[in-house]
């Protein structure tokens, strides 16, 4: 800034001045070896844990060569409907409490009035249709919970796989044949 003799102030010449760089040193011996050895132990830690896991039994499962049991309660697999172990009849009566119960529309039944000479079910209706899309099915069980019969329950089944989405709809006479052992369905032969 210049002044009425034509001088410039001295204060602001001072505080636009930049300081001098400080001097940068060469890192001793001493420092860069302790850092050296501080990454080396870093990189150390890190491999702890795989270090750890390589010499860990293997917990791999050879399936479908070796099939392990499942627990005797569990339930997760395909449906199955009930018969009455008296006289045959189906124990499904065609209320489509199921369908309705499906949160994803996986279940479709149809009822009819059941002929009293030749009775399909033990109710005064069976289900003429009863289909189950497993490519929509989300084996949640509700559909089990809210039968009044228990004509439909989950099995231990779980092997399920399809060639097309026909084949993934499973009608009612597929539903009433109990399903193969664990490991015994068709395409699980090594070869």
């Not at 006289?87 to 369908?99: D, T, V």
């Not at 009863?130 to 099915?137: A, F, H, V």
């Not at 949640?140 to 439909?152: I, K, Q, Y």
Request: negative net charge.
């Amino acid at each position: 800034m210049a002044m009425s003799d034509g001088t410039k102030d001295m204060k602001s010449d001072a505080s636009n001045t930049v300081p001098p760089a400080a001097s940068v040193s060469e890192p001793s011996s001493e420092s860069a070896l302790r850092s050296f050895v501080t990454g080396v132990a870093k990189v150390g830690q890190g491999f702890t844990v795989p270090l750890r896991h390589v010499f860990r039994k293997k917990v791999t499962e050879r399936y479908p060569k070796e099939t392990l049991p499942l627990p005797p309660r569990s339930h997760i697999g395909r449906h199955l409907l009930n018969r009455h172990q008296e006289n045959g009849l189906e124990k499904c009566i065609g209320c489509e409490l199921c369908a309705w119960a499906c949160p994803a529309d996986a279940i479709y039944v149809q009822g009819a009035q059941n002929d009293p000479d030749k009775p399909i079910s033990v109710g005064e209706r069976f289900a003429e249709t009863y289909e189950i899309n497993y490519l929509r099915c989300i084996m949640c069980g509700l559909c089990v919970e809210a039968c009044p019969t228990r004509a439909l329950t989950l099995t231990s089944s779980y092997e399920l796989a399809f060639e097309s989405r026909e084949d993934a709809v499973y009608t009612k006479e597929r539903l009433l044949t109990p399903p193969p052992p664990v490991g015994t369905a068709p395409g699980t032969e090594v070869g």
